[in-house]
């Protein structure tokens, strides 16, 4: 069973940035596939950036976040991170981490969720 804690949200400007922080507990870190998911009021939750498991040498990101968001994991410190820059009001939303074992599509497991908030 995996633990995950989101942090770093809050409520900041447009142009401003933030990090993301996922700590886990319970598990193999290294062995999960990461990803950050957010849900803006109204909307359906969309990934996006994840990151593969062992080194994260493969990364995706959506179209919106693009060259302005980076997802970022330590193993060492079981900890995911997303950095995003140059943030828009378009991305508020909560957002939320999610494990993915790769091998078992049943097996995932969710952070409790950050605001993030941008004023125009």
């Known amino acids: 069973q995996v633990q995950l804690v989101d942090s770093g949200g809050g409520l900041v400007q447009a142009g401003d940035s933030l990090r993301l922080s996922c700590s886990a507990s319970?598990?193999?870190?290294?062995?999960?596939?990461l990803g950050w998911f957010r849900q803006a009021p109204g909307k359906e939750r969309e990934l996006v950036a994840a990151?593969?498991?062992?080194?994260?040498?493969?990364?995706y990101y959506s179209d919106s976040v693009k060259g302005r968001f980076t997802i970022s994991r330590d193993n060492a410190k079981n900890t995911v991170y997303l950095q995003m820059n140059n943030l828009k009001p378009e991305d508020t939303a909560v957002y939320s981490c999610?494990?993915?074992?790769?091998?078992?599509?049943?097996?995932?497991?969710w952070g409790q969720g950050t605001q993030v908030t941008v004023s125009s």
């Open positions: 319970g598990g193999t870190f290294s062995r999960y596939t």
């Open positions: 999610n494990a993915q074992n790769p091998l078992i599509a049943t097996k995932y497991y």
């Open positions: 990151i593969s498991w062992g080194n994260g040498r493969s990364k």
